[in-house]
């Protein structure tokens, strides 16, 4: 079973081809964070306009690298939703247009979906039931994983995802976009216990996340507030220390109430955070500490990327799920029931 993937809901435009929902043949992701890094965030027309650009070139080296022609391609799959609608209509269209024009079947797929999905890449095994956690620049999502193809959501985001609050800080602290590898890389040189942030837990029992208050923090520990310096400059390298260690505490905190609440003893995390060195050494230490499995997906799997898409639509049509018509409409939002 060979699956073309295309994926372009945020600010990646890309296209892998997968064999049996476990072989990369190719990933081919064209990041467009040099055409938004001035803006320090993503502007969305600019995104939409540069799929349109880049898609089709994406297309053709993703089934070059792979060494497939359109014949040897049994299914297509596409992410529809969540992201921004101008991104996600550019990935649709060229999926569908080829769906029509090879006579393929084509599966839309949810993007959070495939970044639990992202986790089985190279094994083609997904632990199940489990506690699903994907954080990324656009969400922070506690999910129940029933199994590969059901999947619920437990909690999320009351304000901004971890990725955007990461990007956020790095601008603050002016070290570009995206913020994430660059908050990661200051921290390394600073006291995580320097600034003493808040965790925002909201409550003893929440599966919510909230991360906009130690945005605000952030921002007042660098350049004061009300117009006045902070009291004692703070060195760039433990402002992001201290914020990615309340981030992490925060997540780690989140996914241990997740298995607590459910029970289960296994735990995907996916999403471009999930490639931070020092979540992934936390979430290590807690599934020691618990005894319970751990699959995080590897770095290059973590960020956005259509190879996560096509190992979907490889699960979806091994299982026979019913395809997707050329009327399938692209959706901000994320559907899970
Ligand atoms: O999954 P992704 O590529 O796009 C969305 O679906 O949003 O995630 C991008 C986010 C950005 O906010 C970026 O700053 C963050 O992931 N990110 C990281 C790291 N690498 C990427 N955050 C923390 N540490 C990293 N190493
Ligand atoms: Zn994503």
């Known amino acids: 079973m060979i699956c073309l993937g295309i994926e372009t809901s945020c600010d990646e435009t890309a296209c892998g081809v997968v064999r049996d929902g476990r072989e990369v043949l190719s990933n081919v992701v064209r990041s467009q964070a040099a055409l938004h890094a001035p803006y320090g965030g993503i502007v969305p027309e600019i995104a939409s306009r540069a799929h349109v650009e880049d898609i089709l070139r994406v297309l053709r080296t993703a089934l070059a690298e792979a060494g497939v022609t359109p014949a040897a391609i049994d299914v297509l799959a596409v992410t529809n939703r969540p992201g921004l609608i101008g991104s996600l209509i550019v990935g649709l269209m060229a999926a569908k247009a080829l769906a029509f024009a090879w006579r393929k079947p084509l599966h839309a797929v949810d993007h959070l979906h495939a970044h639990i999905v992202a986790a089985a890449l190279g094994t083609g095994q997904l632990r199940v039931p489990s506690v699903g956690l994907v954080v990324s620049g656009g969400h922070t999502s506690l999910l129940a994983v029933h199994d590969a193809l059901t999947v619920r959501p437990l909690g999320g985001t009351t304000d901004d995802a971890a990725g955007e609050a990461f990007d956020k800080v790095a601008q603050i602290l002016g070290l570009g976009y995206p913020g994430g590898p660059a908050i990661a890389a200051a921290a390394r040189d600073g006291n995580p216990a320097a600034v003493p942030f808040a965790r925002s837990l909201l409550g003893s029992r929440s599966l919510d996340f909230s991360f906009s208050g130690l945005k605000t923090a952030a921002r007042y520990a660098v350049l004061?507030?009300?117009?006045?310096?902070?009291?004692?400059?703070?060195?760039?390298?433990?402002?992001?220390?201290?914020?990615?260690?309340?981030?992490?505490?925060?997540?780690?905190?989140?996914?241990?109430?997740?298995?607590?609440?459910?029970?289960?003893?296994?735990?995907?995390?996916?999403?471009?955070?999930?490639?931070?060195?020092?979540?992934?050494?936390?979430?290590?230490?807690?599934?020691?500490?618990?005894?319970?499995?751990?699959?995080?997906?590897?770095?290059e799997f973590c960020t956005d990327n259509a190879a996560m898409v096509a190992a979907l639509g490889c699960m979806l049509a091994a299982a026979g799920r019913p395809c997707a018509d050329l009327t399938v409409d692209a959706a901000p939002d994320s559907r899970m029931p």
């Open 224 to 299: 004061g507030q009300q117009g006045r310096p902070p009291a004692a400059p703070v060195a760039a390298a433990d402002v992001a220390a201290s914020f990615q260690m309340a981030v992490v505490d925060t997540l780690v905190e989140k996914c241990a109430r997740a298995l607590d609440a459910t029970g289960w003893t296994s735990l995907i995390v996916g999403g471009g955070v999930a490639a931070n060195r020092v979540l992934r050494e936390r979430l290590e230490a807690l599934a020691a500490a618990r005894g319970i499995a751990l699959a995080v997906a590897r770095p």
